[in-house]
């Protein structure tokens, strides 16, 4: 069983990345006082994550002033505990903070049972807070490589092989 995690309070919430465009890895990073939660996450949870925080955060009131620069950097190390699954968020009206909840990706079995259990993470964080952690999620996607106007899949600098085309033509940036 892998580690559950409650963090009622941030102080830091971010998204990066390690590694080049292409082959990046994607990281959801938490800390609370001593303690830093870093979770691995795939680039399309944080597009969805971006898109969805966007459109909670234009029914809220106005923000007040967003993290940024350092304090959106990962910190190091850069050690997932484990995969992100899936994603909730929540909005607590009471205390005014978006609220997280990550699931473990779960490892099941042929008859699609989980063979094991999954570690769940909890992380309140301000308004400002996960508005800077939308942009900069964005920003992350933004930077990565282009999409094929035909099937839609990254493109490398040298083309790729088309599932539209059937392979016949390879568009390039």
């Avoid at 998204?15 to 465009?21: L, R, Y």
């Avoid at 949870?45 to 967003?66: E, K, R």
């Avoid at 301000?126 to 990254?154: D, H, K, S």
Wanted: with cysteine.
């Amino acid at each position: 069983m892998s580690g559950s995690f409650e963090l009622p309070a941030v102080q830091r919430l971010t998204v990066g990345t390690v590694g080049p465009v292409g082959k990046r890895a994607f990281y959801l990073q938490a800390r609370q006082g001593e303690q830093l939660l870093t979770l691995k996450i795939e680039k399309q949870q944080v597009g969805a994550l971006a898109q969805a925080l966007a459109a909670l955060l234009s029914d809220l009131p106005p923000l007040g002033q967003l993290p940024e620069g350092r304090e959106l950097e990962l910190e190091e190390p850069v050690l997932a505990e484990w995969p992100i699954g899936s994603l909730r968020i929540d909005y607590d009206r009471d205390l005014d903070q978006v609220v997280l909840v990550a699931e473990e990706v779960l490892e099941v079995d042929e008859e699609g049972e989980p063979t094991v259990t999954g570690g769940m993470a909890r992380l309140a964080a301000t308004r400002e807070q996960v508005a800077a952690l939308a942009v900069r999620g964005a920003a992350l996607i933004e930077a990565g490589r282009p999409a094929c106007p035909l099937c839609g899949f990254p493109l490398d600098p040298e083309g790729h092989t088309c599932p539209k085309t059937n392979g016949h033509r390879a568009p390039k940036l």
